[in-house]
């Protein structure tokens, strides 16, 4: 065969329009494309997977006719977990800030602490008029400690 020959039949190989009709053109790409799997269908093979589990030789069945590897779709089936989990556990938003809600709290306790004394210097206050009173009038009062421990 001749140089020229040789060239048309290489051409010819390689355009489409020349092969016979029902005859696919085979060709290995130089640089090989790595494989995208949507989600859709990585779920739909977690389940046909999780159908397998009892039978046995299904598993590996699957895989084959699939063309995937088990330490693939272990991955596939961690991140799936991972966000489940993940949305279930996590909350929105910015995070808590601790230290203010304490430092309102200790606040509020101090408020609540100040009005309670001041409370508290009243009826002091009102309970030494009470006693300035009675005297004054002649009634006669229990000793202290047994009207702070309650006894009449």
Do not use: H
């Amino acid at each position: 065969m001749s140089e020229s020959a040789k060239a048309k039949k290489l051409e010819s190989i390689g355009n489409s329009e020349s092969l016979p009709e029902g005859k696919i053109r085979t060709q290995v790409n130089d640089k090989p494309k790595r494989r995208v799997f949507d989600p859709e269908y990585k779920l739909a093979i977690l389940e046909r997977l999780e159908e397998c589990r009892g039978k046995r030789g299904a598993v590996g069945e699957l895989l084959r006719k699939e063309g995937l590897y088990a330490a693939q779709v272990a991955k596939w089936k961690e991140e799936t977990e991972e966000a489940l989990a993940g949305s279930l556990s996590k909350k929105r938003g910015p995070k808590p800030d601790l230290e203010a809600k304490a430092e309102k709290r200790i606040a509020q306790l101090e408020r609540e602490c100040a009005a309670l004394q001041e409370r508290l210097r009243q009826a002091e206050v009102v309970i030494e008029v009470q006693k300035k009173i009675s005297e004054i009038l002649g009634i006669k009062q229990p000793p202290e400690a047994d009207w702070k421990s309650g006894k009449s």
